[in-house]
């Protein structure tokens, strides 16, 4: 706070030097310290005088009442005239210095106070100021008086304002508060300067009328006014140079509390009893002095309790101890300066503050230590003695604090501001944090683990962050079934949570969570962790075979060992051991367990193999045994396997038979045998044998046994037999056999050789340019015919039969190599059953030779039947204007023949914009979703029509298979209609009356229509007075009505244009559209008046006119009047002239001046004028002529000013001039409207 003020000082002391700059600029003048010189004109000063009786004021140059109080401003004006003749257009015109009364010495105990610390508003004009101006408000006009309220609003108003007519003067620091104590006048003196001054100079005069228009050459009277700061005690008993010297704008002299330092004044003007302090102008001849006000020693003390709210209850409870030495904040509101104040807390939790004045708002807080936290106040509360809490956020400071409005100084004694307490708690967030789950796992594995977070703190917490360093985010936000927001006092919350255990972890796993808490800005932090041993699951497993190689046949032994090395904590080990060569599977698999460090080996019988026959030569047998593993608790499944192999070798002979490559019957050949060991393995011989000639070829062979890629060639000549076929072919066969111990295999080999004669042959293809096709398209089939005869063989001839085209070609000739081609179309015919089949079959002869050759060829062509759809649908049967219809187009392609070839579609659908080209393979089906929003076109007369209006929509289709375009083509459509409804609601609202009076009461009624073509439901009627009616059913069938009334009485709230609104919301059946209407009823409420007769009534001017007229009723003249001001009252109601059974209407202002009469008229509250009738005359009352005779008349007709008023007139001047000067009596009747709150109170006493 403080350094905010320093800043907002410094701007202000900068705009001062800036002011004292351009004065020096523009009037040519620089600063500098004036000295006065004598005065020799007229010069009048007054202080402004407030009766604390009727609280009215007037300038006067006596005493200035006990109004006034610290703090306060009063009011002093100079009067300045008959000058022109000394001093002619201001020449030689002398500086004017008004003194006032600053520091004084208290008793004798050397203290000091101060009576004037600053002064503002100084300002120049020539208007006088009337009785009833004192203080200026910001418009120009004069602060009201005549409560004590009002005076105490004046007497403490802030800022500088300007009477009208009035320039303010902007004085430099050279001339405010400056000494004026003799040796240092005009200087900046001392603090105990007994007198300080502010000094005025012709420049500032001048100017100051120049600004008003007015000529300083002719002016020969002008005001100085200025407002005069009493001092507060308050300020100077604490720190009057941090408030003052900080926030005092300089123009108000404040600048002189940064040059001297005043802290050893401890007072203000309170403390001096009596008008002991003056102000008045130095060097003026004949001036009077003006006492300055007598500031009673009154002060307000604001106390209050700091208590440790130990519940957190918001509230002060028995027992509850105080917190001592805590530093509790005022500030007080001075002018527009913030006067900070501090105290501490006693032993008690108590703090005061003493002497604090009653013109200034004050503001109490309480500064913050750490940790703590404020409950009370917790809301708007109002203190008894007129302290109310209210918040406001302030940085390091609380936001909840007291204010306490300045306040009227009691006639005696001191105000004590107590209960102004505060409460704070100490919050002591604690949370536990435990963590639990499994004790064993390994790398890879699932894990549960549980985390419970209990409060064992005294306040409730929020969840800040709650993480495993492993895991991750805890919170509900992050992952499902997690912590939730908030954990109440005592309250415990938990939850499991699972995770795999990452690949890169050590044994043990450890994890830890983290949890954070806050409640307010305190934090409350745990930890918990959680350790999971990880075993290390290993095996091994080998296996060996004992023979390396093995022929088809031959048996193979196997031997298989599986070793558990799995670390010492791995749970015991169930295994499974499978071997699919061998057998082991399934159910013979091999289920055995294993401790670590275990092993076991299967060596026996069952581990035994014979190589298939069916190997392949070379191939390797690989027998794999493969093991899978199983723990108890766990789920984890290990696998291992482990190979042998064995290649499969062949015992392989080979025998090849050659001889002459043509021959016929009964000729010679000579074939040659070569028998060659092409296998693996030495071979034994066993037999070779000639099957066709029947003939034992072994004796012929010299080797017995063959080695790898041995061999041997014989020959021998046989002559082919008269039977033997052309070709004559003839087969050789040679067994050996392979020895390997007690195992012993057979092999053979065989070869053929063939003597050719010659070999007709012949071959047919058929072929077509489609093999998908439909019913009505055209195919091309394609015939070819080859003569594949030996080039020796004749010609052949041949047939040609197809199954479509029937005899092709018929005993036709080709030579060996030949072909020929036919070709022939067909047409797809609605009988042809899927597929087409067609076969063509051709017959053929060697030339000269009855052999009869004969071969067939056939073709297929699939045959599709095209179909396709199309639906439109929409998601609505009804809907309006405005409304989204959302509708669906399906397209399906419903060919069944998923070979058929895809659809080529084209859609279109102008109302939703659709336009679309695209394939649609066969089954397939594409959808379109189209919103589609009601335009008023499709609806046109919608705004009025009544009947449903259909809109129907359709979309195209045309659609053909692609490739056959011109045999099949779908022209397809579909439409949806939707009908149109047109909801409408009309509400219509009366009322019984369009004009009443404050307790009347109003009938209103309220009407709903359904005035559309559908039901209507969810109807709610609300009523801006009323609320929502009640009386509605809540539907409204078409062309239904409903009606309501409800009844309000009138209020004086509900004076003037009482307007009030109907309005009802509906939906229409089946849809969400809401549907509006409302209605309004303005009804003047006028106040009710009655009508009663007024008088001003004079005091001890006034003389009853039944004195005066004998058959008057009552009323009063009042005089004879001199000139002045006079104000009276105004009775209405006071029968027999006793105001004590009237009542008090108003107020009559009456200035008489110079024959001027002006009479303002200002009414109490509720009352109001009529008529006015007035008399002003040298006579009592009006005199009338009765024959030779004159009377007085009191007929208030027969007074001869009758002004013009606006009926309920509450403010009215009027002025008359007289033709001389002199006495004067006024009789002032009224036609006055009495409200009836005062006509209710008036008829039940006994006053009329």
Known sequence: MAAYKMRRGRVLKGLSALIAFLMVMTLNFSTKIVYPADFDGSVTLEGFNVDTKDWDGDWTTGNLGKSYAEGEYFPGRAKISNFQSLYPGFQNFPDLTIWYSAAYPIGGGGEWGMFVDLVKGIQVGTDELGFAEGWPMADGNAYPLGTAENVNIAQNHPGENTWDGYELLNLPNSQMNRSAISGTIGEVGSIYDQRRSFIVTAEDIMNALEAQGKDPDTVDSFYIYFELHLARTSIFSRDLQKAYASGAPAGWGGYIYDTLDFDPIGYGSGPETGSSGHFGMLDVKGSRDVQLPDAPETYRTVTGKKFLDANNNGMFDVGESGLPNWTIKLIGKIEDILVPLETKTDANGVYTFEGLSYGSELLVYEMMEPNYMQTYPNKVESLPIGAVSYKEDVLGEVRWRWRIPSMLMPDQGSTIISGVDFGNFLPDPKIEVTKTGDELSKIGDTIKFTVTVKNTGNVPLNLVSISDDKFGPLDAGSIANGFGPSLAVGATESHEFEMIIPETEDDPFINKVTAVYKYMEVEAKGEATHETNLFKPSYTIEKKVDKAKAVPGETVHYTVTVKNTSSLDTPETTFVLTDELLGFKDATAKTFKLLPGQSKTFDGDEMNYVIPEDSERGSVIKNEASYVTSFENFPNVYDGSASAETTVVYPIIKITKDG??????????????????????????????????KYDLTA????????????????????????????????????????????????????????????????????????????????????????????????????????????VVTDAEFASGESKEYTYTYIIKPEDVSPVKNKASVTASPKGFPNILDASDSHEVKLFVPDITIEKTADTEISKVGDTINYTITVKNLTKEDFAPDMKVHVTDPMLGLDETFELASGMTKTFKVPYVVKAADDPDYMTKYGWTELKNTVKLTASPMGFELLSKFELEDSVSVDLVHPHIKLEKSVNTSMAHVGDTLTYTVKITNTGDIDLVNVVVKDTLAGTLSGFTGSLAIGASEEVQYTRLLTTADIGMLENTASVLANPAGLPNEIRDSDTEIVEVRQRLYMETGWAFGGDYAIPINTLVGNAKWGWTNGPLPEGSYIFPIYTGAGQNDVTKGLLAGKLYVEYHDKLVSLRYEMEPGFSLKKIHLYVGETPLPVKKTGKTSVYTADPGQFPYKPVITDQTTSFTYEITLKKAGPIYIAAHSETYVPFWEMNAFYNTTKY
Not at 671 to 680: A, K, L, R, T
Not at 719 to 737: Q, R
Not at 768 to 793: F, L, P, R
């Open 660 to 693: 002459d490559p043509l021959s016929k019957i009964g000729d010679e050949v000579t074939y040659s045998f070569e028998v060659e060991n092409i296998g693996d393995v030495p071979l034994e011989l066993v037999k070779v044998y000639d099957d066709s000639f």
């Open 700 to 807: 012929l062979f010299t080797k017995k046994t063959f080695a790898v890629g041995e061999k041997e060639k014989v020959t021998q000549k046989f002559t082919i037999p008269s039977d033997a076929a052309d070709p004559f072919i003839n087969s050789v066969t040679a067994t050996f056999k392979y020895v390997n111990g007690l195992f012993t295999k057979e092999v053979s080999n065989s070869d053929t050789h063939t003597v050719e004669l010659f070999q007709p042959g012949i071959t047919i293809e058929k072929t077509a340019d489609k093999d998908v096709s439909m019913i009505g398209d055209t195919i091309n089939y394609k015939i070819i015919v080859k003569n594949t005869s030996s080039m020796d063989a004749p010609n052949l001839i041949y047939s040609v039969v197809d199954d479509h085209a029937g005899n």
